[in-house]
């Protein structure tokens, strides 16, 4: 394959990558250059390489010398990853200039760690997918830490980023070993190797691939490898906070089901044991460790746990209606999860940010429209139909029912009413208790849009499920079929 | 035609009900009164159609359930039995609404009250027309739910409220026998269309079923449970408790359903099911003696009670005995011959008690009445004519009022069935004409003649309004002649065209009852009188003789006056049993061990777990990393266990 064809197969993330740069270069020169502006390049550069994702026909094309690969599922991703990335950096653009955090690099290291996550949706090697996955943990580790005198938002990078180097050091342990016992890292020759093998992989395989999935499993967050997700959440700036937990955790999850169905797609008897086991372990420490958080941040961070071990019911049973599954439930989290962050960024009084739950107090007699959007939100979480949440929820439920996994859907159910006991008190904070003092006004037209937008996705997914659904049913469709 | 006649009372319940508010009193008034004489007028031209023009027909509106091998549509099935209780649910419903009109006007709530008169006319027409057991059944507990909330409409009342109660439950234990019965009926037959199980009914005449390990006859014991439902409905002996206490509703509710026509349910049930009864000849001896126990019982009971609508209540429950021994003796016909009569009657009388107690200002004690004959004399000549019509007054072999052709046709058929059963039933017949003659003009007496013993009420009594005294005169019409008019179609000649299949019965007892000794004949008009004479003895000549003779015969009085035990002798057994149960369930059962176990518990545990789960985070990032190791360690150990072992 000629470099030219490569250069094609991978425009988006090298037009990313290269405007990335020239941000960099306009606000180290550019001295009087405002970091609206460059953020609002960046948002325009995110919603140019999403054209050049749906207009680009590079479907199941193979490119480096098979370390890069374009499929329906990678491009289904990459523009949840894109939406995600767009509208938290647009909600973040008054946060930023509000906390004082007013520099220009911020939205460039987002726009690398959205490089990064592309990357890693692409990827069809072992080595490329370390690559696209460090380039986007070392940019969430820097704006981690963004606000360096602040202690929390200090401590919050540090531990981040300790507890990614383990988690990145047990991937590459969990890469060795099946090097090791495989002698290649390409995927394609991975699913080749497997498919022929007759007996039982050997124990050594395993560990290689329990490890890989321990170090995937840190960055979506799921138990046991969640600690960081809490504190993470709570001590970072709210603005990396909106970040954090929308787009990468889309893109840890696209990885995850990309390694697991595509090269490990023979194994599934082996690695289903180890995602039932996280799912449930996720859906459950999600649900029951939020009903006793008062700080809405950190309320958020156990509920995106809890989302996570429900989409990974999905990956847990193994099949193309599963990831179906996944990617709808993803899909909806995405929006779900920014449009509840567009509220708490909304969240100051007299110039200060509050993320105590008792700040929503009487929300709906001080600033009745974000009332109704946020219970809006907070019943799609909790998974009440018509609102998005519910199908979410069903999708995945669906599809481990129908691979004969009764007990995790049973238990799922039970963990999403645990859940629903913190999402509806929400609402019933905001509802029947006495208002206390009213957030500022105005919230600004960026958060009120993205709060409409988000809301509207969440609340006509029932008549128009048509692009997410049938995107998604496309997207399982392509990871099955090519991986197989 | 057959649908406008179910529907209309439907339509009328909804509108005033439902708009009661917006219609206001007279809006609701008419519109259940008007779709009732709608629907009356109909039923008639339908009687003239299907009884007399031999015109039996249903009607399919749509199918209901489609389960398997269980499929039912909703269908009106229009038949001469159908079409009889088309006329008398219609009519006397079509009055008592016109009546309730003047007897409720003082009344609060009175669309409420004239929507569930018509709901419960609805329900009543559905369990008529229906042409399966499910949709009967639907009829049935319809009309049960009517009657608890007409009995408790005053439900400030607390004895209303108890009275309601009380009647719902009785009921649950009869409608428990009627759907184990409907389920006996599909397991043996596989369906519940009445003309298919009716079609099969022969050749399973012989099937037997095992119930706890005893081998039983199937039918026999379909149709005993069945017969269970129609005794609560009914209020036959055991289950009879709820009907005296049901007088707690208006009168007008009295008159229609606990007289005229929701207890008769029973009576209807059993002749639709002839075919199914006349090859369960165990369970019609079974009906026969029930029934004869509780025209004797009621009748004994209906002697000594003082609240003017209670004795009627009594009474009511007697003569529903009457049919059913006829039942139990085939007599089918003479069974509902007696119903269309009773329901003129037994309507008249309790109407006409209602303008008593309107005239006295809502007093029903008989003891505080008298001589009223001459203060309200159009109810005291409506009250003569029913209770003339009541114990079955006439003259033999040539007329009497409606109660004389159809008792004495249904004591007859008793002794010609030439059964133990039958005799004992026709003996109990004649003795309790004898009571029924004696209480019914003890009521009239203590009523209308002697000294009034409250002179201020007496002097205030008045006539009642004339909305509420013309329904009577139809009712009165009926009375005198339905039994002289109809006689020839339900019981004589013309039987046999008029009910054409409508009844199956196996063996002719009406042409037997017809040829039996005069003596027979002649029996119960002799008792008749000689009670009335004893009526006239105890209440006109001698007024100090009732109480003389209750007196030294005290055991027996208090032995009727309080109904024979039953309401103390269920309390002890059934009631407080039943109340320290849900008692010490409620408080050990479910307190204790299901709110305890379960909300309580659950809500506790997950607080626990959500405080536990919340400690887990410690801050400390080395406690983190060790958790991702042990993770990892935990998953690799339990994997080596697997591949290893």
């Known amino acids: ?484 | 035609m057959d649908v406008a006649i179910v529907f209309l009372p439907l339509v009328g319940a909804i509108l005033a009900g439902f708009f009661g508010r917006s219609l206001g009193d007279r809006g609701a008034q008419l519109v259940t009164s008007g779709g009732l004489v709608l629907a009356a007028l109909f039923s008639i031209i339908v009687f003239f159609d299907v009884a007399l023009g031999g015109n039996a027909r249903t009607t399919e509106l749509f199918t209901w359930i489609d389960s398997g091998a269980f499929e039912l549509s909703w269908a009106l099935r229009v038949d001469t039995l159908t079409a009889i209780m088309f006329c008398v649910v219609t009519i006397v419903s079509a009055i008592v609404h016109i009546y309730s009109i003047g007897y409720m006007s003082e009344d609060k709530s009175i669309p409420r009250f004239m929507a569930y008169l018509s709901l419960f006319t609805f329900f009543m027409l559905m369990l008529v027309s229906a042409d399966n057991f499910v949709q009967m059944f639907f009829g049935w507990e319809g009309v049960g739910l009517a009657s608890y909330l007409l009995i408790g409409f005053w439900y400030e009342k607390p004895s209303a409220n108890a009275a309601a109660i009380k009647a719902f439950l009785v009921n649950r234990v009869g409608d428990v026998g009627f759907a184990l019965g409907i389920a006996g009926a599909f397991l043996l037959f596989g369906a519940v269309q009445f003309d298919v199980v009716f079609g099969l009914v022969e050749g399973q005449a012989d099937a037997s079923v095992s119930i706890f390990g005893i081998e039983a006859h199937a039918l026999t014991a379909i149709c005993l449970l069945l017969f269970v439902g129609a005794m609560g409905k009914s209020a036959q002996l055991g289950l009879h408790t709820w009907l005296p206490d049901a007088m707690e509703g208006p009168t007008p509710v009295s008159a229609l359903i606990h007289a005229a026509t929701m207890v008769t349910a029973g009576v209807f049930m059993l002749c639709r099911l002839s075919p199914m009864f006349e090859y369960a000849p165990v369970a019609l001896e079974v009906v026969t003696y029930v029934g004869a126990a509780t025209a004797l019982f009621a009748a004994t009971v209906g002697l000594t009670q003082t609240d003017i609508k209670r004795v009627i209540a009594y009474s009511t429950c007697s003569q529903l005995g009457y049919m059913f021994f006829a039942i139990g003796v085939s007599a089918y016909s003479a069974a509902m011959f007696h119903l269309m009569t009773h329901a003129f009657f037994k309507a008249l009388l309790f109407l006409g008690a209602g303008s008593v107690i309107h005239a006295m200002h809502h007093e029903q004690d008989m003891r505080k009445m008298g001589g009223l004959y001459n203060k309200i004399p159009v109810t005291y000549a409506l009250m003569w004519i029913g209770s003339l019509a009541l114990v079955g007054f006439g003259i033999p072999g040539v007329t009497g009022f409606a109660g004389f052709y159809s008792k004495d046709i249904v004591i007859e058929a008793a002794y010609a069935a030439e059964s133990a059963a039958g005799g004992f039933a026709f003996w109990i017949g004649i003795v309790a004409a004898l009571l029924t003659a004696f209480y019914s003009f003890r009521l009239l007496f203590m009523t209308f003649h002697g000294r009034p013993a409250d002179q201020h009420a007496y002097e205030h009594a008045h006539e009642s309004p004339r909305v509420m005294v013309w329904p009577l005169y139809v009712l009165a019409i009926g009375a005198v002649l339905a039994g002289a008019v109809f006689y020839p179609y339900f019981v004589g000649d013309a039987r046999e065209a008029f009910w054409g299949n409508s009844l199956l019965v196996l063996h002719d007892i009406i042409e037997e009852a017809h040829h039996v000794p005069f003596w027979v004949k002649a029996a119960p008009m002799v008792v008749t009188v000689i009670g009335i004479a004893l009526a006239w003895l105890f209440y006109i000549m001698a007024p100090s003789l009732p109480g003389l003779l209750a007196e030294r015969l005290r055991p027996l009085y208090l032995f009727s006056f309080n109904k024979w035990y039953f309401d103390e002798l269920y309390d002890r057994i059934f009631v407080r049993p039943a109340f320290h149960l849900g008692r010490s369930l409620w408080k050990s059962g479910d307190g204790a061990l299901i709110d305890g176990l379960g909300p309580d518990g659950v809500a506790s545990v997950t607080r626990n777990l959500a405080a536990r789960a919340g400690k887990l985070q410690s801050g400390y990032l080395y406690h983190y990393a060790f958790a991702m190791m042990i993770g990892v360690v935990l998953l690799i150990t339990w994997y080596m266990f697997r591949t290893m072992g």
């Not at chain 1, 960099?24 to 995110?46: C, E, H, P, Q």
């Not at chain 1, 767009?86 to 959205?114: C, K, S, Y």
């Not at chain 1, 941040?297 to 847990?316: E, P, T």
């Not at chain 1, 039970?414 to 999402?423: E, N, P, T």
């Open chain 1, 1 to 484: 394959m000629s470099i030219g064809a490569d250069i094609v197969a991978a425009l988006p993330e090298l037009f990313l990558a290269g405007t990335a740069i020239i941000l960099l270069m306009l606000g180290v020169f550019m001295r009087d250059i405002s970091t609206r502006s460059i953020g609002l390049l960046a948002v325009a550069a995110l919603a140019f390489a999403g054209a050049l994702i749906y207009l680009g026909d590079g479907r199941g094309t193979v490119a480096f010398n098979g370390l890069f690969l374009n499929d329906g599922f990678g491009d289904f991703m990459k523009v949840l990853v894109l939406i995600g990335a767009a509208l938290t950096i647009v909600m973040a653009l008054r946060g930023l200039e509000q906390e004082q955090m007013n520099q220009f690099e911020f939205p460039v290291l987002l726009v690398l760690a959205t490089v990064g996550m592309l990357m890693m949706i692409s990827a069809n090697d072992l080595i490329s997918l370390y690559m696209g996955l460090e380039l986007q943990s070392l940019a969430l580790y820097v704006v981690a830490a963004f606000r360096r005198d602040s202690l929390r938002s200090s401590e919050a990078g540090l531990k981040y980023f300790v507890l990614g180097s383990l988690a990145s050091g047990m991937l590459l342990y969990g890469m060795s070993m099946v090097y090791g016992f495989t002698g290649s890292t390409s995927f394609d020759v991975l699913a080749q190797v497997f498919a022929s093998q007759e007996d039982a992989p050997s124990i050594g395989l395993i560990v290689g691939i329990v490890f890989i999935a321990a170090g995937l499993a840190f960055k979506i967050s799921a138990v046991p490898f969640h600690m960081w997700t809490p504190d993470v959440y709570e001590g970072a700036p709210t603005p990396v906070t909106a970040f954090l937990a929308a787009a990468p955790k889309v893109a840890a999850m696209a990885l995850l089901v990309r390694v697991l169905m595509g090269p490990f797609g023979d194994l599934v008897a082996q690695w289903q044991q180890i995602v039932v086991f996280i799912a449930l372990a996720s859906m459950l420490l999600g649900s029951f460790a939020a009903i006793v958080q008062s700080n809405i941040k950190r309320l958020m961070a156990y509920s995106s746990i809890g989302h996570v071990g429900f989409a990974l019911v999905g990956l847990a049973a193994g099949s193309e209606a599963g990831v179906r599954g996944v990617a709808v439930y993803m899909a909806i989290y995405l929006f779900m999860t920014v449009g509840v962050f567009a509220v708490i960024l909304a969240m100051r009084v007299n110039g200060r940010a509050v993320e105590a739950m008792d700040d929503l107090k009487g929300l709906s007699k001080t600033n009745p429209l974000m009332a109704l959007a946020m219970a809006a939100l907070m019943f799609s979480m909790a998974g009440i139909p018509p609102l998005a949440g519910f199908f979410g929820k069903f999708y995945v439920f669906m599809a481990a029912v129908e691979a004969g996994l009764f007990e995790l859907a049973v238990i799922g159910v039970l963990a999403s009413v645990v859940a629903a006991y913190y999402y509806l008190r929400i609402v019933k904070v905001m509802y029947f208790d006495e208002p206390v003092e009213a957030f500022d006004k105005p919230v600004g037209s960026e958060l009120a849009s993205v709060l409409a937008i988000s809301t509207l996705v969440i609340v006509l997914f029932v008549l128009i499920p048509g692009p997410i659904v049938d995107g998604a049913a496309t997207a399982a469709e392509a990871l099955t079929s090519a991986g197989r």
